[in-house]
């Protein structure tokens, strides 16, 4: 099993910013993709940003502009840089990743952090 440890939430006021941290370990052969979804009470679970191993990486309309990924691939940790906070940025934040492990050489899973919250007062 992968397992995905996330940092960085709080309290901010609207205008701020926050990085999020989140590592991967586990007997981890080879990540994809990482990156990050969100929550916010009584919506669904929706995509903020991802980074691929190879291509580019991808954002959510709402944060361009904003929010910046980045990934120590070394470290297999995945990071998020959220600028310019809004009110309606307050959710639950959510680490993924897309790996392969040791144990399981033939197919890629999903695996999901605990989840991190992210508030910003206006």
């Known amino acids: 099993q992968v397992q995905l440890v996330e940092s960085g939430g709080g309290l901010v006021q609207a205008g701020g910013s926050l990085r999020l941290s989140c590592a991967a370990s586990?007997?981890?052969?080879?990540?994809?993709?990482m990156g990050w979804y969100r929550q916010a009470p009584g919506k669904q679970r929706e995509l903020v940003a991802t980074?691929?191993?190879?291509?580019?990486?991808d954002y959510a309309d709402d944060v361009k502009g904003r929010f910046t990924i980045s990934r120590d691939n070394a470290k297999n940790t995945v990071y998020l840089q959220m600028n310019s906070l809004k009110p309606e940025d307050t959710a639950v934040y959510y680490c993924?990743?897309?790996?392969?492990?040791?144990?399981?050489?033939?197919?890629?899973?999903?695996?999901w952090g605990q989840g991190t919250q992210v508030t910003v007062s206006s």
């Open positions: 993924y990743c897309n790996a392969k492990l040791y144990t399981d050489m033939f197919r890629m899973n999903d695996y």
């Open positions: 586990g007997r981890i052969f080879r990540i994809d993709a």
């Open positions: 980074f691929p191993y190879y291509g580019t990486t």
